[in-house]
């Protein structure tokens, strides 16, 4: 039996690299003051997926909602093993919280058509808020299983999954189709030479529209037919806008978004006070004594 998995994915700012220019006065990030980078714990979705469709010959169609330059992580997708991508974009999008995100994506998943699971990472690293996820299921009304380690078996009807929880593991059993949220308890493959040489052209429509433009023509018709040629080839990445997939532009970016950001300080932490301590026995003894007194320890 051949299973359809959807991976929803991000491009995330590289939260490593945060500078003062990070956020702009509305309180949403200023993506451009830095880098873009593959969200780490999707890329354990896209492989847990990718073993799926390794053990039981599974379709993987990976999307993201993002601006047309988010393509790139769909790229990645497909040099790893992907074999479809949806970029969701649209300017009613921007700046979307996690509750007008999964509405955006439940449109996505429901033009997507039939599906047997969804995989999500646990959290991005640009919010760590880990809702999407559990949102998703919710608007979706199916069963969902959270932090999911690896997927011992899956049927026509059900699937068995182990997940972590505090102390230990749990073993679950869900009826498809299901959503499940990924940590990073694998590790992902990078990617092929061969799929890259594939897919290195693959292109949404912006894009196409874009090398057009760079070329000083825009012929309507022609970029029809090079968009028909690209999905003939399977190198062409599906642009959807808000229109497209149905949704209600009212639920969807700051217009959907209740979450607020009220003030944003910068956080300077400078040294106070210092004190040597003797590398002895009996200098850490007194440390520790120390840091007991003032209920640091203890």
């Not at 073993?51 to 169609?61: C, F």
């Not at 997507?112 to 646990?122: A, H, N, S, T």
């Not at 559990?134 to 009807?157: F, G, H, R, S, T």
Request: glycine residues 6%; charged residues 25%; negative net charge.
């Amino acid at each position: 039996m051949s299973y359809t998995v959807i991976v929803f994915v991000k491009q995330v700012p590289d939260t490593q690299n945060i500078t003062g220019e990070a956020m702009k006065p509305d309180g949403t990030v200023n993506r451009s003051a830095l880098p873009a980078i593959f969200n780490p714990e999707d890329l354990n979705a896209l492989e847990l997926a990718l073993q799926l469709k390794d053990r039981y010959g599974a379709k993987v169609v990976v999307g993201t909602m993002g601006p047309p330059n988010a393509a790139e992580v769909l790229r990645s997708s497909l040099y790893r093993g992907a074999d479809e991508c949806v970029l969701l974009t649209d300017r009613s999008f921007a700046g979307a919280d996690t509750l007008a995100t999964s509405y955006a994506l439940s449109c996505c998943a429901s033009k997507i058509g039939k599906f047997d699971l969804i995989l999500c990472g646990r959290q991005a690293i640009d919010g760590d808020t880990a809702q999407v996820g559990p949102q998703l299921a919710e608007k979706l009304k199916i069963p969902q299983i959270c932090y999911i380690e690896e997927v011992i078996k899956l049927d026509k009807k059900k699937i068995v999954a182990k997940r972590a929880i505090e102390g230990g593991y749990e073993i679950l059993e869900s009826p498809l189709p299901a959503l499940l949220t990924v940590i990073d308890s694998n590790v992902p493959r990078p990617q092929a030479a061969r799929k890259i040489m594939k897919y290195k052209n693959a292109r949404t429509r912006s894009e196409l529209a874009k090398d057009h433009a760079n070329a000083n023509y825009t012929d309507a018709e022609q970029l029809a037919v090079e968009e028909e040629v690209l999905k003939q080839k399977g190198l062409l990445i599906y642009e959807w806008s808000a229109d497209d997939v149905g949704a209600d532009k009212g639920r969807t970016g700051l217009a959907g978004s209740p979450t607020k950001v009220k003030n944003i300080m910068s956080v300077v932490l400078t040294a106070t006070d210092t004190k040597k301590i003797e590398p002895s026995e009996e200098g850490i003894k007194n440390l520790v004594h120390e840091l007991i007194d003032d209920h640091t320890l203890g």
